[in-house]
């Protein structure tokens, strides 16, 4: 069975950082592409980030900015985001998201239970 | 960028209702689309992909049909555990999901 485990979220000030992390287990984790989502307070899905197999071509909202930074450890079947230069609008519950294919045009088949952030002074 | 844009926000119904979520996008995406539901304070799951596949493991009772730039989405015998938020994404680069449509008890 497919386990996604989101982890790192937290209070941080604006203008701080933080790194996200998600744990993954029950899969290859090298044969997926993988996905972060995000969901703000009473609001509805926004696709953040996406990394392909190897980590080797990165996908961003445009957004963000260049705020953010997807990877991924393959050796440790974990995914990453760093966050850089938060503000109030990125408060949200963070998705990890596993592709259902190793393509970049694949739904998401298996999320986590998501991770707060939470950014205020 | 290309928009998805779902018709209704809020929908009222009761159990053994029939439903239909539309979702439009702003130009034409073949049949790159996914529909996923919601329940409070949950995680999203995925339900149909290629606008027409059901996922292994999803009820029967939910359909999917479309191509191009229109979409349905259709419960066809609505049940308690539906009632939840329903969302459409185009899931090619950049992966844009629909503002989604909150399916309540009438």
């Known amino acids: 069975e497919v386990h996604l485990v989101e982890s790192g979220g937290g209070l941080v000030q604006p203008g701080g950082s933080l790194r996200l992390s998600c744990a993954a287990s029950?899969?290859?984790?090298?044969?997926?592409?993988m996905n972060w989502v995000r969901q703000a307070p009473g609001k509805g899905l926004e696709w953040v980030s996406g990394?392909?197999?190897?980590?080797?071509?990165?996908y961003y909202a445009d957004s963000l900015k260049g705020r953010f930074t997807i990877s991924r450890d393959n050796s440790k079947n974990t995914l990453f985001l760093h966050m850089n230069n938060l503000s109030a609008e990125d408060t949200a519950v963070y998705y990890c998201?596993?592709?259902?294919?190793?393509?970049?045009?694949?739904?998401?088949?298996?999320w986590g239970q998501g991770t707060r952030v939470t950014v205020s002074s | 960028d290309i928009q998805m844009t779902q018709s209704p926000s809020t929908l009222s119904a009761s159990v053994g209702d029939r439903v239909t979520i539309t979702c439009r996008a702003s130009e034409s995406i073949s049949t790159w689309l996914a529909w996923y539901q919601q329940e409070p304070g949950k995680a999203p799951n995925l339900l149909i992909y290629k606008a027409s596949t059901l996922e292994t493991g999803v009820p029967s009772r939910f359909s999917g049909s479309g191509s191009g730039t229109e979409f349905t989405l259709t419960i066809s015998s609505l049940q308690p555990d539906d009632f939840a938020t329903y969302y459409c994404?185009?899931?090619?680069?950049?992966?844009?999901f629909g503002q989604g449509t909150k399916v309540e008890i009438k």
């Open positions: 029950g899969f290859t984790f090298d044969n997926y592409a």
């Open positions: 994404q185009y899931y090619r680069r950049p992966w844009t």
């Open positions: 998201a596993k592709a259902a294919s190793s393509g970049s045009g694949s739904p998401l088949n298996s």
């Open positions: 990394i392909s197999l190897s980590g080797g071509t990165t």
